[in-house]
């Protein structure tokens, strides 16, 4: 995000040695929880005392995402994809390993995991279940690349993996969904077919969203490398023009954080122990899919870089495509819509927590990979 934690000069299949990474955070980053705090507190307060606010906020819309959040992402994102080479993206892409791990997790593991626990933890909650498959589906292509990159992962390799994502999720996304919402638990015996409806899903909706807020960064970063390095080569670029564009990153994030909570504040104060029951198996998923990508990833011989960019990777989920998907099949105030919107509500503040808890995995990897004397 900032100077402090740039880490573009490190090979991304060798580990770092900077056992001192988390003291040497800037004042921004150190502090990122007490930010992301303050933003979901200002965001359910400006929803509350401002009358309308929904409606003048959702009154313009990019694909199916609301105008202010559509920019907030935008610019929370251009600012890492600035930072990527982009003339070392065939290291990633050559490194089967880690394409072939990223893909197993997020679209066979990562749904499973969410159709399993759904079922096991909202039994008696249709609506939020079938909200919470939704979500399992969606697979990350936004704020997973600032996790990473606040993590110290690859981030070639998360450009890579988002990218992959972004087109299984066009080809997948909707013949997933008619595979867990309706032919699975009719194999299973879990469901007479009663409690939920067929869900249409429009690929090209799903396209478009893939498009703005994945191509539109992407190409805005590249072009800033390509144009930048030519004009004033690669130390100027990655000394000068990446730290002052860098804390964008980190305003943007904030920014989101704020207009989403703003947007879906009063769905979330109004329904605390519905929110408690869906909270409970979005964090076993979050736990099992960030340590069990960890673990896999070290078994792999995967580096810390790259082990780092394939767990936020698979534990990152599209939580705008999953709210639009559920608000246009079921409607705003439906249970499955409340599902999707109680996600970003868990998954920020669990996955700023993974940041540190990477950060700290850091550490003993570099010290258990360094050479004994």
């Not at 930010?35 to 005392?49: R, S, V």
């Not at 969606?138 to 070639?156: F, K, P, Q, S, T």
């Not at 979050?286 to 534990?315: C, K, N, V």
């Amino acid at each position: 995000m900032s100077q402090t934690t740039d880490h573009t000069s490190a090979p991304a299949d060798e580990p770092t040695a900077e056992p001192d990474v988390l003291d040497r955070l800037s004042f921004l980053d150190r502090f990122l929880p007490v930010w992301i705090i303050a933003a979901m507190a200002a965001g359910l307060a400006f929803g509350a005392i401002v009358p309308g606010l929904q409606g003048v906020l959702d009154a313009v819309k990019i694909g199916q995402v609301s105008l202010p959040i559509a920019l907030g992402l935008l610019l929370m994102m251009y600012p890492v994809l600035a930072k990527v080479r982009y003339d070392r993206l065939d290291t990633v892409t050559r490194d089967t390993r880690t394409m072939v791990l990223s893909l197993v997790l997020n679209w066979l593991v990562g749904p499973a995991l969410m159709f399993a626990l759904a079922w096991l933890m909202l039994p008696d909650l249709p609506e939020y279940r079938t909200g919470l498959i939704i979500v399992g589906l969606a697979r990350c292509i936004a704020m997973v690349i600032i996790w990473n990159d606040l993590a110290c992962g690859d981030r070639e390799a998360a450009a890579v993996l988002v990218a992959l994502n972004s087109v299984f999720q066009v080809i997948m996304f909707g013949v997933l969904g008619w595979f867990y919402l309706d032919l699975l638990p009719g194999w299973l015996g879990l469901s007479d077919h009663t409690d939920t409806e067929t869900v249409a899903f429009s690929a090209w909706e799903i396209a478009l969203s893939v498009v703005i807020f994945l191509g539109i960064p992407l190409a805005a970063g590249y072009l800033s490398r390509r144009l930048g390095e030519r004009a004033r080569g690669r130390e100027w670029y990655e000394s000068t023009f990446l730290p002052k564009v860098g804390p964008i990153a980190l305003y943007g994030l904030l920014f989101t954080i704020v207009m989403l909570f703003a947007l879906q504040g009063a769905t979330i104060t109004s329904r605390p122990l519905d929110v408690a029951r869906i909270a409970l198996p979005l964090l076993v998923y979050f736990a099992i899919m960030w340590a069990g990508s960890y673990a896999l990833g070290r078994a792999a011989g995967l580096s810390y870089p790259r082990t780092t960019a394939l767990a936020f990777t698979a534990a990152g989920n599209n939580f705008e495509l999953a709210i639009a998907v559920a608000i246009g099949v079921f409607g705003v105030t439906s249970g499955q819509a409340l599902a999707g919107v109680v996600g970003p509500l868990i998954e920020v503040p669990v996955l700023v927590g993974l940041v540190y808890v990477s950060l700290w995995l850091r550490r003993r990897w570099t010290d258990q990979e360094a050479p004994r004397p």
